[in-house]
């Protein structure tokens, strides 16, 4: 066993051979943050007293969830065989919608730590960020965590880590987060097999911005992996995407605590701070070069992060409107990739029309918004970014159904997902079978071990999102994963269903689905919406329609009785509290036309619910 | 009747305001009595069988409601200036106690606070609770009219909600009420779960043949808490069908009015203006009635007030010389105006356009274009229900009222 180090590398003047740079890939709940935890202890830099568990997630959300949005660094002192080395652990998000940022971490590392459940395998995402990680050639151990579990099956999961990689099962770790087993024989693993970092000392400063992290108190903090020259105190820096100059404020490293420095050199990561206030000036993947000396050419690999899922977000109590509005703008200053803009609705009043990396950013900036800000939301079904052409050669994007052009279309074109499923053997026939009726076009299909499957599908991200993942959890009893990473797009035969009460378009429920599903959303809807709404004092037709042609309809015939037969004993007073209390729900409700919705009746049928919920 | 209202706190001797108080409105007496053998399934009145009483007893409960007599005497303090125009013995079954508790009650009223000529005094009975000795002697201590709660003449209907007594009995007891010289009116309930449109027309034709003068029908309503409302939700009988329950409805009014029948309220047909029940119609005017017993509701000169639920609890209150109210309310004008359009907009006479606001006669205008109110009644100077709008009366009066 090795030491703790005793006499620590000073930042700023480690050689880059003194230096490991390495990331852990896991799946949520396979214990990465249980084994950081691990990791900061053993290595001494934090003390067993201040140890709380999962320290380096910082967001409520994130411990709960046992997922970690925003990836940090850490810098850990080793020392092997009487030599000392500054290890620095990059810690990525493990989730599917956050690919660009883990491509970012990885890039920051020249190793990474594949870290997979002893009792449970590799998942899907783990899959899609190890072959991201073998992409960007960086060195990887494979590591089985929970060993300690009554269940852990390491014989069988080495082999499949082994198979996956191309080792051989006895080169596979086995640790515990939990007790702490194996943790530092692995931390002189990574200092055997983790290249060092390369770069050139004296060249002009390059260092690629891998994580950008708003905090009240200091405004933003970025995460940095200095690639050539090195960083200083109080220098001018300039951003190379946006050619922005900042004064270098606060230069240091993350123990896990912020310790400022004198710098970082060549391989060194670590934080900066500059004094901007909004992390789109920030940006990840950006890189930062000297301004009086700046480099010519910025480090590959950036692209702007794009919106892919869009969902219009309505506090269910319109007074809130304003509570939302701050919220997003306080939101914004620390996601980047967040982006909104008012949008009103017939249904649902005030809102904004959000743009998301995925559907898990959606659930998760919902969630923060609710937890939060104390707001109570509603969410429009999930929508993609479409580009509609019209007859006349103009081009629209379309990311809400009800912006979609009314005249003559001439072609349609939608995001295509490359989409990856690992499941136990026996689903495979159940998967293939949803995903086809997703529009899936099948790529391939791969035996992880014996009886487990990859299947690879090109599908729209339109299919993705809307309730994809429940089916897929639902038919496989939990078991499938699912993964998918942007290719493309695609022309295909959309068409616009509106839904129409009484004549008139109610536009939460518009959607752009395949030509050959309109018929059955739109009966879907219409019978939904028949259970949903109360009866009028006329008849409401409800109806689906591709533009002028309807396709669906339902009646709600008119009501006949609401009265209360008696008053009992004299009791007016309950009588005329029931009344007030009907007045009451009256003011609640939506019009559309002449017909009264309760917005209780507008939020079970997004949510896809048959019945209002009784309060 | 479910929970009572939540209200203010009401004083110990029941004290009025000296405003309440010099209210000269006509003056009824209900008189609770939370008696029942049996509870029916959808039945949430106060009334208690004989094992729910704990501690209370029915021998008792007459000199108890005399002691509230008392109370009211005091506090309304006039001396017989206001004599009562009605009184109504309801339940419950009020034909559970001997005719002669419920005489001594009637008699201490006439004493205490005094009665017009010719006062309407009802009594609710249930077919099978009580037989021609019976009714004589009510007739002959001042009873006036009775009110049978005869529900259905369909076996499977009556057995659905619980009632006991046995269809052919029916025609027996209204004869011998009649022949005791009383008036007679029957209660009937439709909509109950499993009952047909045919069932229901073979209980309007079987109560036609009663050849009565007043018959009160009122479509099922499923209360929570109810042993109904339980069997619903767990799927054993069907809830009532709204559609169904109108066309009952219409199919009622229509057998009346060809019976000569009129509606004088939104579940009340009566032969003619003297048939008709001058107490409810009291309620639905908003005039001055003092609810005696357990869980009864009062309303004199603007302040309404509702006892205490349970018979021994009631008991204790007015043993001890204490007002037995629960608490009181003294509705704002606001609440007033809804009252009144609320109540009297179930008559046939309607409400006066007069008496509702700009808003509302502006609404009345689009209602009666929709056919809820009568134009000509309008045209009148009056808000009336049109058949249409008698079934959905309470939206009208969301929409008059908003």
């Given at each position: 066993m090795?030491?703790?180090?005793?006499n620590?590398?000073?930042?700023?003047?480690?050689?880059?051979?003194?230096?490991?740079?390495?990331c852990i890939?896991?799946?949520?709940?396979?214990?990465?943050?249980?084994?950081?935890?691990r990791?900061?202890?053993?290595?001494?830099i934090v003390d067993?007293r201040s140890?709380?568990?999962?320290?380096?997630?910082?967001?409520?959300?994130?411990?709960?969830?046992?997922?970690t949005i925003k990836?940090?660094?850490?810098r850990m002192?080793?020392e092997?065989?009487?030599?000392?080395?500054?290890?620095n652990?990059?810690?990525?998000?493990g989730?599917?919608?956050?690919?660009?940022e883990?491509?970012?971490?990885?890039?920051?590392?020249?190793?990474?730590?594949?870290?997979?459940?002893a009792a449970?395998?590799?998942?899907?995402?783990?899959?899609?960020?190890?072959?991201?990680?073998?992409?960007?050639?960086?060195?990887?151990?494979?590591?089985?965590?929970?060993i300690d579990?009554?269940?852990a099956?390491?014989?069988?999961y080495?082999k499949?880590?082994?198979?996956?990689?191309?080792?051989?099962?006895?080169?596979?770790?086995?640790?515990?987060?939990?007790?702490g087993?194996?943790?530092?024989?692995?931390?002189?693993?990574?200092?055997?097999?983790v290249?060092?970092?390369?770069?050139?000392?004296?060249?002009?400063?390059?260092?690629?911005?891998?994580?950008?992290v708003?905090?009240?108190?200091?405004?933003?903090?970025?995460?940095?992996?200095?690639?050539?020259?090195?960083?200083?105190?109080r220098?001018?820096?300039?951003?190379?995407?946006?050619?922005?100059?900042?004064?270098?404020?606060?230069?240091?490293?993350?123990?896990?605590?912020?310790v400022?420095?004198?710098?970082?050199?060549v391989g060194?990561v670590?934080?900066?701070?500059?004094?901007?206030?909004?992390?789109?000036?920030?940006?990840?993947?950006?890189?930062?070069?000297?301004?009086?000396?700046?480099a010519?050419?910025?480090?590959?690999?950036?692209?702007?992060?794009?919106?892919?899922?869009f969902?219009?977000?309505y506090?269910?109590?319109?007074?809130?409107?304003?509570?939302?509005?701050?919220?997003?703008d306080?939101?914004?200053l620390s996601?980047?990739?967040?982006n909104?803009?008012?949008?009103?609705?017939?249904?649902?009043g005030?809102?904004?029309?959000?743009g998301f990396?995925?559907?898990?950013?959606?659930?998760?900036?919902?969630?923060?918004?609710?937890?939060?800000?104390?707001?109570?939301?509603?969410a429009?079904?999930?929508?993609?970014?479409?580009e509609?052409t019209?007859?006349?050669?103009?081009?629209?994007?379309?990311t809400?159904?009800?912006?979609y052009?009314?005249?003559k279309?001439?072609?349609?074109?939608?995001?295509?997902?490359?989409?990856?499923?690992?499941?136990?053997?026996?689903?495979?026939?159940t998967?293939?079978?949803?995903?086809?009726?997703?529009?899936?076009?099948?790529l391939?299909?791969?035996y992880?071990g014996?009886?487990?499957?990859?299947?690879?599908?090109?599908?729209?991200?339109?299919?993705?999102?809307?309730?994809?993942?429940?089916?897929?959890?639902?038919?496989?009893?939990?078991?499938?994963?699912?993964?998918?990473?942007?290719?493309?797009?695609?022309e295909?035969?959309?068409?616009?269903?509106?839904?129409?009460?009484?004549?008139?378009?109610?536009?939460?429920?518009?959607a752009?689905?395949?030509?050959?599903k309109?018929?059955s959303?739109?009966?879907m809807?219409?019978e939904?919406?028949?259970k949903l709404?109360?009866?009028?004092?006329?008849?409401?037709?409800?109806?689906?329609?591709?533009?002028?042609?309807?396709?669906?309809?339902?009646?709600i015939?008119?009501?006949?009785?609401?009265?209360?037969?008696?008053?009992?004993?004299?009791?007016?007073?309950?009588k005329r509290?029931?009344?007030?209390?009907?007045?009451?729900?009256?003011?609640?409700?939506?019009?559309?036309?002449?017909?009264?919705?309760?917005?209780?009746?507008f939020?079970?049928?997004?949510?896809g619910?048959?019945?209002?919920?009784?309060? | 009747?479910?929970?009572?209202?939540?209200?203010?706190i009401?004083?110990?001797d029941?004290?009025?305001?000296?405003?309440?108080?010099?209210?000269?409105?006509?003056?009824?007496?209900?008189?609770?009595?939370?008696?029942?053998?049996?509870?029916?399934?959808?039945?949430?009145f106060?009334?208690?069988?004989?094992d729910?009483?704990h501690?209370?007893?029915r021998?008792?409960?007459?000199?108890?409601?005399?002691?509230?007599?008392?109370?009211?005497t005091?506090?309304?303090?006039?001396?017989?200036?206001?004599?009562?125009?009605?009184v109504?013995?309801?339940?419950?079954?009020?034909?559970?106690?001997?005719?002669?508790?419920l005489?001594?009650?009637?008699?201490?009223?006439?004493?205490?606070?005094?009665?017009?000529?010719?006062?309407?005094?009802?009594?609710?009975?249930?077919?099978?609770?009580?037989?021609?000795?019976?009714?004589?002697?009510?007739?002959h201590?001042?009873?006036?009219?009775?009110?049978?709660?005869?529900?259905?003449?369909?076996?499977?209907?009556?057995?659905?909600?619980?009632?006991?007594?046995?269809p052919?009995?029916?025609?027996?007891?209204?004869?011998?009420?009649?022949?005791?010289?009383?008036?007679?009116?029957?209660d009937?309930?439709?909509?109950t779960?499993?009952?047909?449109?045919?069932?229901?027309?073979?209980?309007?034709?079987?109560?036609?043949?009663?050849?009565?003068?007043?018959?009160?029908?009122?479509?099922?309503?499923?209360e929570e808490g109810?042993?109904?409302?339980?069997?619903?939700?767990?799927?054993?009988?069907?809830?009532p069908?709204?559609?169904?329950?109108?066309?009952?409805?219409?199919l009622?009014?229509?057998?009346?009015?060809?019976?000569?029948?009129?509606w004088?309220?939104l579940?009340?047909?009566?032969r003619?203006?003297r048939?008709?029940?001058r107490?409810n119609?009291?309620y639905?005017?908003n005039?001055?009635w003092?609810?005696?017993?357990?869980?009864?509701?009062?309303h004199?000169?603007?302040?309404?007030?509702?006892?205490?639920?349970?018979?021994?609890?009631?008991g204790?209150?007015?043993?001890?010389?204490?007002s037995?109210?629960a608490?009181?309310?003294?509705p704002?004008v606001?609440?007033?105006?809804?009252?009144?359009?609320?109540?009297?907009?179930?008559?046939?006479?309607?409400v006066?356009?007069?008496?509702?606001?700009?808003?509302a006669?502006?609404?009345?205008?689009?209602?009666a274009?929709e056919?809820?109110?009568?134009?000509?009644?309008l045209?009148?100077?009056?808000?009336?229900?049109?058949?249409?709008?008698?079934?959905?009366a309470?939206?009208?009066?969301?929409?008059?009222?908003?």
């Amino acid at each position: 066993m090795s030491p703790r180090a005793s006499n620590p590398l000073q930042p700023a003047s480690t050689l880059p051979t003194q230096i490991r740079n390495f990331c852990i890939i896991a799946h949520i709940d396979h214990g990465k943050s249980t084994l950081a935890d691990r990791m900061l202890q053993i290595t001494g830099i934090v003390d067993d007293r201040s140890m709380r568990a999962q320290y380096l997630d910082r967001m409520d959300i994130e411990r709960e969830r046992g997922i970690t949005i925003k990836s940090q660094a850490v810098r850990m002192p080793w020392e092997v065989d009487g030599k000392t080395f500054a290890l620095n652990m990059i810690d990525t998000p493990g989730h599917v919608d956050f690919t660009y940022e883990v491509s970012r971490s990885l890039a920051a590392c020249e190793g990474a730590i594949l870290l997979v459940d002893a009792a449970q395998g590799i998942e899907a995402q783990t899959l899609a960020n190890l072959y991201l990680a073998m992409e960007n050639d960086l060195t990887i151990i494979p590591v089985l965590n929970k060993i300690d579990l009554p269940a852990a099956d390491p014989e069988k999961y080495s082999k499949e880590l082994a198979s996956l990689i191309g080792g051989k099962p006895e080169d596979v770790l086995r640790v515990s987060g939990k007790t702490g087993v194996g943790v530092d024989a692995l931390l002189d693993r990574v200092v055997e097999l983790v290249p060092p970092p390369v770069g050139d000392p004296d060249a002009p400063a390059r260092a690629m911005i891998f994580d950008s992290v708003y905090d009240a108190y200091r405004g933003v903090v970025t995460y940095v992996r200095v690639i050539d020259g090195r960083l200083t105190p109080r220098e001018r820096i300039k951003m190379m995407s946006t050619g922005a100059n900042h004064e270098l404020l606060e230069i240091g490293v993350s123990s896990p605590e912020p310790v400022p420095t004198k710098g970082l050199g060549v391989g060194e990561v670590g934080y900066l701070i500059t004094g901007v206030k909004d992390v789109r000036q920030s940006k990840v993947g950006d890189t930062i070069t000297d301004a009086q000396k700046p480099a010519t050419d910025a480090l590959p690999g950036y692209t702007e992060p794009k919106p892919m899922v869009f969902s219009g977000l309505y506090p269910i109590d319109g007074s809130d409107y304003p509570i939302l509005r701050e919220a997003l703008d306080k939101l914004k200053l620390s996601d980047a990739s967040l982006n909104y803009e008012p949008e009103t609705s017939v249904a649902l009043g005030f809102g904004f029309r959000c743009g998301f990396l995925g559907l898990l950013h959606l659930e998760i900036i919902t969630e923060r918004l609710e937890r939060e800000f104390g707001l109570d939301l509603i969410a429009t079904a999930p929508s993609v970014p479409y580009e509609v052409t019209t007859e006349d050669r103009k081009t629209v994007t379309v990311t809400n159904p009800s912006e979609y052009p009314s005249g003559k279309i001439d072609s349609v074109r939608e995001p295509v997902v490359k989409t990856a499923i690992l499941a136990p053997k026996d689903y495979v026939g159940t998967i293939m079978e949803l995903c086809q009726s997703r529009r899936g076009t099948m790529l391939g299909m791969e035996y992880l071990g014996e009886d487990r499957v990859e299947l690879k599908y090109n599908m729209p991200l339109g299919e993705i999102v809307f309730d994809f993942f429940d089916h897929l959890k639902s038919r496989t009893q939990g078991y499938a994963s699912l993964d998918y990473e942007p290719a493309g797009e695609q022309e295909s035969d959309l068409v616009k269903v509106d839904i129409l009460l009484q004549g008139e378009t109610v536009d939460a429920f518009s959607a752009i689905v395949h030509k050959d599903k309109a018929y059955s959303y739109g009966l879907m809807m219409t019978e939904r919406l028949k259970k949903l709404i109360p009866r009028q004092q006329f008849e409401v037709p409800i109806q689906a329609a591709i533009g002028a042609r309807i396709i669906a309809r339902e009646n709600i015939s008119a009501i006949r009785k609401d009265v209360l037969a008696k008053c009992y004993g004299g009791d007016i007073t309950r009588k005329r509290k029931l009344l007030e209390k009907q007045k009451e729900g009256k003011k609640r409700m939506k019009m559309v036309g002449r017909v009264e919705v309760p917005q209780e009746a507008f939020i079970a049928a997004l949510s896809g619910d048959d019945e209002v919920k009784k309060k | 009747m479910g929970a009572l209202p939540e209200g203010d706190i009401a004083p110990t001797d029941g004290a009025l305001t000296d405003a309440a108080r010099a209210s000269r409105a006509p003056l009824s007496a209900y008189v609770h009595i939370p008696f029942c053998r049996v509870r029916c399934g959808y039945c949430d009145f106060n009334t208690y069988t004989n094992d729910e009483l704990h501690g209370a007893r029915r021998d008792d409960y007459a000199e108890h409601v005399l002691r509230e007599i008392e109370l009211a005497t005091s506090v309304l303090d006039c001396g017989r200036e206001r004599p009562l125009r009605t009184v109504f013995f309801g339940g419950g079954t009020p034909t559970l106690l001997p005719a002669r508790d419920l005489l001594r009650v009637l008699s201490r009223l006439r004493d205490e606070l005094g009665m017009v000529d010719g006062a309407e005094v009802t009594v609710e009975a249930n077919p099978d609770s009580v037989d021609a000795r019976y009714l004589g002697d009510l007739a002959h201590g001042g009873v006036t009219r009775v009110s049978f709660g005869v529900q259905s003449a369909v076996p499977h209907v009556l057995a659905t909600l619980d009632r006991t007594h046995s269809p052919e009995r029916v025609p027996d007891v209204v004869s011998w009420a009649k022949d005791a010289g009383l008036d007679v009116s029957v209660d009937l309930i439709y909509g109950t779960p499993g009952e047909s449109l045919d069932d229901w027309r073979a209980s309007l034709e079987s109560t036609l043949a009663l050849d009565i003068g007043h018959v009160s029908a009122y479509a099922l309503i499923v209360e929570e808490g109810t042993a109904l409302a339980r069997r619903i939700r767990r799927g054993e009988i069907a809830a009532p069908d709204d559609d169904l329950v109108a066309d009952m409805y219409e199919l009622a009014d229509e057998a009346f009015a060809e019976a000569g029948y009129h509606w004088y309220e939104l579940s009340n047909w009566a032969r003619g203006a003297r048939e008709q029940s001058r107490h409810n119609t009291a309620y639905w005017l908003n005039h001055d009635w003092w609810g005696f017993g357990p869980g009864a509701h009062s309303h004199v000169g603007g302040v309404r007030w509702w006892n205490v639920k349970h018979p021994s609890a009631y008991g204790q209150r007015v043993l001890a010389g204490e007002s037995p109210a629960a608490a009181r309310e003294t509705p704002d004008v606001e609440a007033r105006r809804l009252e009144t359009i609320l109540l009297q907009l179930r008559l046939a006479t309607g409400v006066a356009l007069q008496d509702v606001s700009e808003f509302a006669a502006e609404r009345a205008r689009g209602l009666a274009v929709e056919g809820l109110l009568d134009v000509d009644a309008l045209s009148h100077g009056s808000l009336v229900l049109t058949l249409r709008g008698r079934l959905l009366a309470d939206r009208v009066v969301r929409d008059l009222t908003d």
